[in-house]
């Protein structure tokens, strides 16, 4: 017997953009004595969990969606395989972590999938609700464009670098 909740998709897409801010956060305290670095993370983690109150907030306004109508990329599995992937990267988050690692998983998070679902999530309520949901928050291109100028400006590995052109 599955006494399990069933799939929220809004919810557990919320939960994973809170273990996003979760590694940011780890970040900046990692970084604590370089005031530049740890200010950087502090903001990618807010946002992050500015994303995932917008993803609350789409769910109180659209209480009554229709499962069936979700993208075949937004499912419980998929939820389950982003969330086990996030998480190994919090565990990597130790103090002996270095700088170029950190941007090395912010990159690896910020090209994954996540944007992608959070765009589609937000339309579930129809285009008006997810235009405005997503000018509640900061765009993913945006901050994109803010990991790759603080990638520039504190790391020196070219290929850190090239990889950061192609967000």
Known sequence: MNTSAPFDPLLRFAEIERLVSKIYYR?????????????????????????ASILGACRDLILNYEDESLDPMISNDSADRVAARLQSLLDQGTPTLAVEDAFRIALEIE?????????????????????????????????????????????????????????
């Open 27 to 51: 970040f900046s305290h990692l970084f604590l004595t370089r005031q530049e670095l740890r200010d950087f993370w502090w903001e990618m983690a807010r946002e992050e969990e500015q994303h």
């Open 111 to 167: 090209s994954s999938e996540i944007d992608v679902i959070y765009g589609k999530l937000l339309q579930l309520g129809g285009p008006h609700i997810g235009k405005t949901m997503e000018s509640l928050g900061v765009p993913a291109a945006v901050q994109r464009q803010k990991l790759k100028a603080a990638l520039r400006r504190f790391c020196s590995d070219p290929e850190l670098v090239q990889a950061a052109e192609r967000l």
